[in-house]
């Protein structure tokens, strides 16, 4: 357990404008956790992280040379977008499935996921963005997650590509969202979730230090391989230049 990493960093400091992270990026867990008692599918699925957000945090961070941060823990086991006061901070079941380590959680166990994942992992994001602040004029900072075509608890398929959400900052979103209709897509402006009505760690940490930005979703079937998140990566890049780029 002592190598199991709650956050890492890749990529240069101080190099670009841009610098993303990605809170739903894995669904590891730390030794001892025996996959939360779910099977190997269950764990692989949505429910876990967000499939293909870390490698689109990867492609994207590559081509604008930017610093990019890495959540290392699966959201079952805390998830780090939420507050301590939520009650969905730790599921006992997600979309249907539920998750057996998760039930009637004690005190103990709650807390210890809180000071050995939840909170290293803020700190850490943290750190980075106060250096990242100090180095950088005007910094740009994106947030990378996906989401699933359809949860199972509803029936109604998303018919958007890519979300692009906001609260304090709708110009920047505004450029995006703008930039990617030219390209004929279906863009959720603050879909399939809102950023009004909750996004805690964008809101802890870059809302609370008035820094341009946005959360950038794409729907997970689009980005489910290599080839797939190379496409996406190629297309976001200008958008996310042109923003960058403004004064």
Not at 11 to 32: I, V, W
């Amino acid at each position: 357990m002592s190598d199991f990493l709650p956050a890492h960093a890749k990529g240069p400091k101080g190099q670009s404008r841009a610098f993303l992270f990605c809170d739903h990026a894995t669904n590891a867990l730390p030794e001892g956790y025996d996959a939360l008692g779910l099977s190997d599918e269950q764990i692989r699925d949505h429910i876990a992280f967000d499939p293909g957000a870390s490698a689109l945090t990867e492609a994207l961070g590559e081509r604008l040379n930017a610093r990019r941060i890495f959540c290392g823990f699966s959201r079952l086991l805390i998830d780090p977008n939420r507050g301590l006061d939520r009650d969905d901070l730790i599921l006992a079941q997600s979309d249907g499935v539920t998750v057996p380590a998760n039930q009637q959680l004690c005190w103990s166990e709650r807390e210890k996921r809180i000071s050995q994942y939840y909170r290293p992992y803020h700190e850490f994001l943290d750190k980075e963005l106060d250096a990242h602040t100090a180095q950088v004029r005007d910094p740009v900072i994106i947030s990378i997650h996906s989401f699933c075509r359809a949860l199972r608890c509803r029936e109604s398929h998303r018919p958007w590509q890519v979300g692009v959400l906001w609260k304090d900052d709708p110009q920047s979103a505004r450029t995006v969202i703008n930039a990617l209709r030219g390209h004929d897509l279906g863009v959720g402006d603050n879909e399939p979730y809102s950023a009004k009505l909750y996004n805690y760690t964008v809101d802890r940490h870059v809302g609370a230090r008035g820094l341009r930005h946005l959360t950038l979703e794409v729907r997970q079937d689009l980005i489910a391989d290599e080839n797939h998140v190379r496409q996406w990566a190629d297309l976001l890049e200008a958008p996310l230049r042109g923003l960058i780029a403004q004064e």
